[in-house]
Structure formats: C-alpha cells, structure tokens
C-alpha cells in the first residue's frame, strides 16, 4: 500500500529537500507518515503527480 506515494515522497526529496516533501504534504493532504496506509489509487495518484509538477515544474516520473 502507498508505494507510489512514498516513491514520490523520495523524487520530491532528491530535488526540493524536506520543504519540497512538506509542500507535498499540503498539496496532497496526505503526510509521508500516512502514505504507506493509503491505497494507491489512480486518483491519489493523479493528485500526488499534478502536485509533483505544480512544485517542482517538472512531470511526476512515476505514475
């Protein structure tokens, strides 16, 4: 459960560190310590991949 999420979590760590985690955090409403319960849905997915981008202005590499 959540491993796409927690995946983003660490692409977002590699490029904006711990305030580029925290803003993903926000945008998604789901914190790195709750990812791994949450299921990884297509639509948590796409929330996850839209704020990747509006954060760092790149696309999300994983889907």
């Known amino acids: 459960m959540g491993q796409k999420m927690l995946a983003i979590y660490e692409e977002i760590k590699k490029t904006e560190g711990l305030r580029g985690q925290m803003r993903l955090a926000m945008l998604t409403s789901i914190p790195s310590?709750?990812?791994?319960?949450?299921?990884?849905?297509?639509?948590?997915?796409?929330?996850?991949?839209?704020?990747?981008?509006?954060?760092?202005?790149?696309?999300?590499?994983?889907?």
């Open 33 to 63: 310590a709750k990812a791994n319960e949450i299921p990884d849905s297509a639509d948590v997915i796409a929330k996850f991949a839209s704020a990747f981008k509006e954060i760092t202005q790149k696309e999300c590499p994983i889907k």
